[in-house]
């Protein structure tokens, strides 16, 4: 059974910083993309960060190089490091995972960070 669990939310202040993680179980092939997407209250879900089985990685558009996502093959885990982080970062992050055969997306439950001013 394939499982994303995330860590690293919270509550924290304007101009601190953060990691997520995201460890994935039941599926260590076949991985093409792992990733982050977040969604704030009223919002549509979002792409913040992806990185490929080859070591490409895409940002938000306006991620102004606060965000840097990696990938941890011996642990199959992603993690995602926030710097100066700003109240509207404030969102549900989700750990994605595309694989190349099916089913091809899986999704973790999400991890609340709150961001104070």
């Known amino acids: 059974q394939v499982q994303l669990v995330e860590s690293g939310g919270g509550l924290v202040q304007a101009g601190g910083s953060l990691t997520l993680s995201c460890a994935v179980s039941?599926?260590?092939?076949?991985?093409?993309?792992m990733g982050w997407y977040r969604q704030a209250p009223q919002n549509q879900r979002e792409l913040v960060a992806t990185i490929t089985s080859g070591g490409s990685r895409d940002y938000l558009d306006s991620a102004s190089g606060r965000f840097t996502i990696a990938r941890d093959h011996a642990e199959n885990r992603v993690d995602l490091q926030i710097n100066n982080l700003k109240p509207e970062d404030t969102a549900v992050y989700y750990c994605?995972?595309?694989?190349?055969?099916?089913?091809?997306?899986?999704w973790g439950q999400g991890t609340q960070v709150t961001v104070s001013s």
């Open positions: 039941g599926m260590r092939f076949g991985i093409a993309v």
């Open positions: 994605y995972v595309k694989r190349v055969v099916r089913p091809y997306e899986f």
